[in-house]
């Protein structure tokens, strides 16, 4: 199942910027997309979620954007922390309770 | 309450061995899901238990691939005769049931190792 990709695997930036997570999927069935986030030896966490009828979903450092039409949405997360460091995973849901993931980019804030 | 946990932490076992994976989900979270992570990949939908209704196994690999719950609570799954292609983290997560139920808990996984 390669219908959420993340093409990035890791992503380097400095404390305070700007890191961007990209994320395409390629079912326009999808409704709802989320963002987890994994640190080594622990499970996904929740982190934030757009339904497919909003383009933007803020909360706090994190904000969402959808554009549907590319098929594509990505997760700004800003200012960077090092404590962002982690695993970064997209999902859409394509059913009433499926999630479809993609591989995971993994974040690495440098001090 | 706790989290969702998942024992043993780590599992090495040999080529042909059964394993068992045990998963206690949030109290109370109906829904109960199974995911294999292999190296490099996004997770893979196992299996979903949903209250009393029958699970939806659809994303079981082959029929090596069991899983159960009981009293609608802690899950097992089961890996008959294992292959080294078994080899992959299993996550399980659980989920109030209702709209939100694909806003899942994970927990923190087995790492499996088939040699």
């Known amino acids: 199942d390669q219908q959420v990709k993340q093409n990035s695997p890791s992503l380097s930036v400095q404390e305070g910027r700007i890191s961007i997570l990209n994320c395409d999927y390629t079912?326009?069935?999808?409704?709802?997309f989320l963002w987890y986030k994994k640190y080594p030896a622990e499970g996904p966490t929740f982190l934030i979620s757009?339904?497919?009828?909003?383009d933007k979903n803020e909360d706090g450092r994190f904000t969402v954007f959808l554009n549907k039409s590319a098929k594509h949405l990505s997760l700004h997360i800003v200012p960077s922390q090092p404590g962002d460091s982690a695993v970064y995973f997209c999902?859409?849901?394509?059913?009433?309770?499926?999630?479809?993931f993609g591989a995971g980019t993994t974040v690495t804030v440098r001090a | 309450g706790a989290g969702v946990s998942q024992s043993p932490s780590n599992k090495v076992t040999e080529k042909g061995k059964d394993v068992e994976l045990r998963c206690d989900p949030i109290?109370?979270?109906?829904?109960l899901y199974w995911y294999r992570q292999s190296l490099g990949q996004g997770l893979e939908f196992l299996i979903y238990?949903?209250?009393?209704?029958?699970?939806?196994k659809s994303g079981l690999p082959s029929d090596r691939f069991s899983a159960e719950r009981t009293g609608g609570s802690v899950s097992t799954l089961t890996i008959q005769r294992t292959q080294q292609e078994d080899s992959a983290v299993y996550l399980c997560?659980?989920?109030?049931?209702?709209?939100?139920?694909?806003?899942?808990?994970f927990g923190p996984g087995t790492r499996l190792t088939v040699t």
């Open positions: 999902a859409a849901k394509y059913n009433d309770y499926k999630l479809s």
């Open positions: 997560a659980s989920a109030l049931g209702g709209p939100l139920v694909y806003e899942q808990y």
């Open positions: 757009i339904s497919s009828i909003k």
């Open positions: 079912n326009s069935m999808f409704d709802y």
């Open positions: 238990f949903q209250g009393n209704s029958a699970p939806d």
């Open positions: 109290s109370g979270h109906t829904a």
